[in-house]
């Protein structure tokens, strides 16, 4: 699995405020960046450094119409989280049926 993408996803996931500016594009759907500027409690010139964070992940596209861009969400941007999931969800789910398999075998039965 190459790294890079689940990286670059992680990174801009991590930041409580991209998760938010994220949250509010798959809610809301296409915004500018006055619009997300409005809700984030924070500077244009930030919000417009979260968005290339987001979009450098997958996470967000842009469509430009006129002086304004439009950001959108891309659910295909969760794909590396989606591959990580997947692996290590069989790597927990092993670990624990044979903890549940070794309980069974140690644990007295009741008489």
Request: charged residues 20%; aromatic residues 8%.
């Amino acid at each position: 699995m190459d790294m890079e993408p689940a990286r670059a996803l992680f990174t801009a996931l991590g930041d409580s405020t991209r998760r938010a500016i994220f949250q509010q594009l798959t809610l809301e759907g296409e915004l500018t960046v006055g619009r997300l500027t409005d809700h984030a409690g924070i500077s244009q010139p930030a919000v417009s450094k979260h968005l290339a964070v987001l979009r450098h992940a997958g996470l967000v596209e842009g469509r430009k119409e006129g002086r304004e861009t439009y950001y959108h969400a891309t659910s295909q941007g969760l794909a590396p989280l989606i591959d990580w999931l997947q692996v290590y969800g069989v790597f927990w789910r092993d670990r624990l049926d044979a903890s549940v398999s070794y309980t069974h075998l140690t644990l007295p039965t009741k008489a």
